[in-house]
């Protein structure tokens, strides 16, 4: 037998075994959580939704990207993006445009308003990352960053 799938066998336990605290899921849930509450407290005062700080950060280092993949990207359901994306484009920081490969295709730009708005809240989105990665030197979070991106790969849907 593989010497992996034995080794991945020999690992399964129970929950009650493996502990809260050591299981990975329960934690990068728990982290993500105390992140994006970081962010509610500190955009919702402004009437700022966090799914669109998400999106207005995607779009600053990914500008014109197609609906679908926005939603993979800011990590938002298609539903909830329609409806954030409306408010935007109400708001006049986002514009939709018609792929110009293939008419059923919408892409997502920023405008100059979203770009400065996008400026306006990025220092709160970097300081609440700086704080999560206190006490964490270059060669940890290097390390740790290698982990997820071979974590999102074992977990892929999508491409992109």
Known sequence: MDQKVTEKRERISTLGQIGLQQFAPYLMNRIMGRYNATLREAYGREGRAVAQVRMLAVLAVSDGVTVGDLAVYAVIEQSTLSRTLDAMEHDGLVRRELAESDSRVRKVFL????????????????????????????????AFVVTLQKMLRNIRKHDI
């Open 111 to 142: 405008t100059d308003e979203g770009r400065a708005e996008f400026n306006r809240v990025w220092p709160a989105m970097h300081d609440a990352f700086e704080r999560m990665f206190d006490e964490i030197d270059d060669a940890e979070y290097s």
